[in-house]
């Protein structure tokens, strides 16, 4: 597709990262290599994106530091529109002269976005007269910026987004064995919902974080106050007694919560890294952001760079801001910007913001 063709384009990327590690972010670049892409001086492109999961208008969670961040890195002004008066930003952007960029404010402030509703996909298809999805990491998920609004008008996906899928299907065609997928993190709906399918793919799938205190719930286990989902326990019951689901049998605990996995944990979850052909790695083993709960997330990593033989996969915003600080992955790393999408797709599962396109 020729990108210089006096045409708006509506442009999806992901800027739901962390302000503190921003530059650094491979989200980040990846947004900047889509709006490089797309940009030229006889079009123009609207931003579309996303920041955390507010509930409503939430300053802490606005975009306009994005704007910034973008504006600084492309050395091009990147117009932040803060308000959703759909009819007022087509105006604003019909009389804007070519090669303007601008960005929409946070999607999710609006409830429509979330519940991928038709009348928000409308009034964004009014914006431009082409979409282009280059979001791999909201895929797995229906919003109306990613499901109802390629209905609407011409749609493609955009380089990064078509990078990711080679790269991860390339690597899971015919994984070397063992395969070893640690899972970890906080949403455990997304996380836990791959299990079905990645019960044949995977020889071991070790768990940390809320995916494990719910799995340890459901085996019966004490958890005190720990971060889980009841919803999930009854999804997952098939799964309870599987062997190959490995659930620490340590831990460190704040506030009567299970925060991290204990060394006894760490030492088996290096090992099977240590031993694998083929890892894949999505969520933090603990609440790293607090350093006392930052051990099993380290050591995991440590023994990823020491790994030089296996194919290794990690993804996750969390995932990677955790371990950015910790050194350049290897060249047998491929560092996805998804986590939840980038499960589901390897699961063989559909991603929907895929299958809205095609
Ligand atoms: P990713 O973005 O890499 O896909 P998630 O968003 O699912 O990962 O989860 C990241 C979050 O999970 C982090 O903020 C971390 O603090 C939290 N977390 C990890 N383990 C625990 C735990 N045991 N209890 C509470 N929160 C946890
Ligand atoms: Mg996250």
């Known amino acids: 597709m020729f990108y210089n063709d006096h045409m708006t384009y509506l442009l999806r990327v992901n800027l739901d990262i962390n302000d503190k590690n921003i530059a650094d972010s491979v989200r980040f670049k990846a947004a900047l290599n889509s709006i ?41 002004n990147v117009i932040f529109i803060n308000h959703f008066d759909f009819a007022k930003i087509a105006k604003q952007i019909k009389q804007s002269p070519n090669g303007k960029v601008f960005l929409l404010e946070n999607l999710r402030f609006i409830p429509g976005e979330a519940k991928a509703s038709k009348n928000l996909a409308k ?40 990078m990711e899928l080679r790269q991860l299907s390339k690597l899971m065609a015919n994984p070397r064995k063992p395969l070893v997928l640690i899972i970890g993190g906080a949403k455990i709906s997304d996380k836990l919902g791959v299990l079905k399918n990645f019960i044949r793919k995977a020889d071991n799938i070790l768990l940390g974080g809320a995916p494990a205190n719910t799995l340890l719930k459901a085996r019966g286990v004490n958890i005190g106050k720990s971060l889980y989902d009841k919803k999930v326990l009854a999804q997952i019951k098939p799964f309870v007694n599987n062997e190959k689901i490995v659930t620490p049998m340590d831990w460190k605990i704040g ?47 440590k023994a990823i760079l020491a790994q030089k033989r296996a194919n290794i996969l990690i993804g996750g915003g969390d995932t990677l801001a955790a371990i ?35």
Not at 57 to 69: C, E, M, N
Not at 127 to 151: M, V, W, Y
């Open 36 to 76: 490089r892409f797309v940009s030229k001086a006889n079009n123009k492109v609207v931003i579309l994106s996303h920041k955390g999961r507010p509930q409503g208008v939430d300053s802490r969670l606005s975009l306009k530091s994005s704007a910034t961040f973008l504006s600084k890195a492309l050395r091009k």
């Open 324 to 358: 950015s600080p910790l050194g350049k992955p290897g060249k047998n790393t491929f560092v996805s910007s998804g986590g939840g999408a980038m499960l589901t797709y390897l699961s063989g599962e559909k991603l929907p913001a895929l299958d809205a396109i095609r």
């Open 123 to 162: 009034s964004l298809a009014k914006l431009g007269d082409r979409f282009i999805n280059d979001d791999f990491p909201t895929s797995h998920r229906k919003n109306a910026s990613n499901f109802e609004l390629p209905k609407l008008i011409p749609s493609s996906i955009g380089p990064n987004f078509k």
């Open 255 to 301: 506030n009567n919560a299970i925060l991290d996995i204990g060394p006894h944990s760490i030492g088996l979850y290096t090992a099977a890294i240590k031993e694998a052909g083929t890892v894949v790695w999505n969520g933090p083993m603990g609440k790293f952001e607090h350093k006392s709960f930052s051990t099993g997330t380290k050591a995991l990593y």
